[in-house]
């Protein structure tokens, strides 16, 4: 009997074309439907991953019956819109990250997902992969003793282009909510860890960054304090190329995770390196040999399955939290959108 997850893809850009490419590689998705602003950009997409349903609407996906959970790949500024819309039509939600430009939207995307009872999950896809799950056991081993300070990065390196989306305050660019969704997200996760919760908010947050031409955030860093006396720095940027990677200081040693934020894109290997005070590094290797889009996807169809409405990979509350920092790390630093206002 087939039971595969039917999806719909609404928007064409680049992420969406990565997280086809890793559905077509799950074990529990199928592709049969793309959305886009026009019919000419959805057919395009379609000849390439072979969809037989193109629609020249977004609207027009959301209305195909056969369609029963939906990955939302549009610009940031109209996540909210159409995961809302998609809840309301009875179609579970995967949403690109940043889920929403701020916290009050993203309380009324789960409001949405809670009143029309679908899935709902923020697409982080690092954490459903096997190098998160392992950080994790790590972590609560103590093996470096009380973690004091997390160091998170993700910044690189675009030459200006009014054109890219990363550029547009309209559609919402900027570094701190394009990449630093990523740093304050497993910030939070390792804070939790280190007091026994599945994630932690922090008590203070404090910024600086450089706002730059489009009138958006091109880099930005942020000191985020948390209890249990810990510490992070999380950096990101959208025009300064910088070492993508995360470092955890305990009482004992530190950590070190190389690949944090795409882990094996196709499979294969990653490591943790353990430094504990005294003794040799040591390399902790992780195997993967699933596709990481398609790890997302199955574990998305998974909770749905099982009848949740969320998946602890992302819940509605983790992604609260994460949007309620990225508003204080804006505030810090005196921006925000026109239309937030």
């Known amino acids: 009997m087939d039971t595969k997850l039917n999806w719909g893809i609404i928007g064409t850009g680049k992420i969406a074309k990565r997280f086809a490419i890793g559905l077509a590689h799950s074990k529990t998705g199928r592709l049969i439907a793309v959305g886009s602003r026009s ?4 057919c395009k997409f379609g000849d390439e991953f072979k969809i037989s349903k193109c629609y020249g609407s977004y609207e027009s996906l959301l209305a195909d019956k056969d369609v029963k959970a939906v990955y939302i790949s549009t610009p940031h500024s109209l996540h909210a819109k159409w995961a809302i819309r998609s809840a309301e039509a009875g179609k579970h939600v995967l949403c690109e990250k940043p889920v929403s430009i701020n916290s009050a939207e993203s309380a009324k995307i789960i409001e949405a997902a809670r009143k029309n009872k679908v899935f709902f999950m923020e697409a982080f896809m690092y954490r459903c992969h096997p190098q998160t799950a392992k950080l994790i056991e790590i972590l609560k081993q103590k093996v470096i003793g009380d973690i004091k300070v997390i160091k998170a990065v993700f910044s690189y390196g675009a030459m200006y282009n009014p054109k890219s989306i990363v550029f547009d305050h309209i559609l919402g660019g900027g570094g701190i909510l394009d990449v630093g969704c990523y740093p304050v997200s497993i910030s939070r996760l390792i804070a939790g860890i280190a007091v026994g919760k599945d994630f932690e908010d922090p008590i203070e947050v404090k910024g600086s960054g450089y706002i730059g031409k489009g009138n958006i955030d091109e880099y930005a860093s942020a000191v985020l304090k948390f209890p249990g006396e810990i510490i992070a ?3 990101a940027g959208i025009t300064v190329a910088r070492e993508n990677t995360v470092q955890i200081f305990g009482t004992g040693g530190s950590i070190s995770i190389l690949t944090p ?12 390196i353990v430094n504990k005070n005294g003794e040799p ?4 290797m992780v195997e993967c040999s699933e596709y990481l889009y398609g790890i997302e996807a199955d574990t998305v169809a998974g909770s749905i399955n099982n009848g949740q409405l969320s998946n602890s990979a992302m819940s509605w509350n983790d992604t609260l939290g994460n949007m309620k920092v990225l508003d204080e790390w804006r505030a810090s630093i005196g921006f925000s959108y026109d239309f937030e206002k």
């Not at 019919?39 to 959805?42: F, G, I, N, R, Y």
């Not at 590094?281 to 902790?284: A, P």
């Open 39 to 42: 019919e000419e950009s959805a």
């Open 281 to 284: 590094s040591k390399e902790v």
């Open 233 to 235: 720095e999380v950096t």
């Open 261 to 272: 934020w795409v882990p094996a894109r196709e499979g294969g290997s990653t490591k943790i």
